[in-house]
């Protein structure tokens, strides 16, 4: 399970966690090293690691705003005045009787009520 998590594409960073942190896929265990391979030790691999969050954190600021933008293109800001009618929601519970319960089926709303 956590190698199929560490190998899958995540379009929030565009890359998969384990080659954003390595810059390289992550290997099974029956091919885990090449031939030549060594591991990079020092001063350049802090450096590769602090460019790499940073075009992490870029890219999931890329999507948050883009998410963002989708969520605000449907809100709005409510008024209300003295006298105007409105329906409150009702979020139903297991261990709560429901209010105006009807066969299968409950109301999300209940109202209408005056401010």
């Given at each position: 399970?956590e ?48 460019y ?9 600021l ?54």
């Amino acid at each position: 399970m956590e190698f199929t998590y560490k190998n899958s594409y995540q379009a929030t960073i565009g890359m998969a966690p384990y080659e954003a942190l390595y810059e390289r896929k992550c290997r099974t265990l029956l091919h885990w090293d090449e031939v030549g391979e060594r591991a990079v030790l020092g001063p350049k691999i802090v450096t590769q690691t602090v460019y790499l969050i940073a075009k992490i954190r870029d890219r999931m600021l890329i999507a948050q705003s883009r998410k963002k933008s989708y969520a605000n293109q449907r809100h709005r800001d409510l008024e209300f005045e003295v006298g105007d009618p409105v329906f409150l929601k009702v979020s139903p519970w297991k261990s709560v009787m429901r209010i105006g319960k009807r066969g299968k089926l409950s109301p999300r709303y209940i109202g209408p009520f005056e401010i």
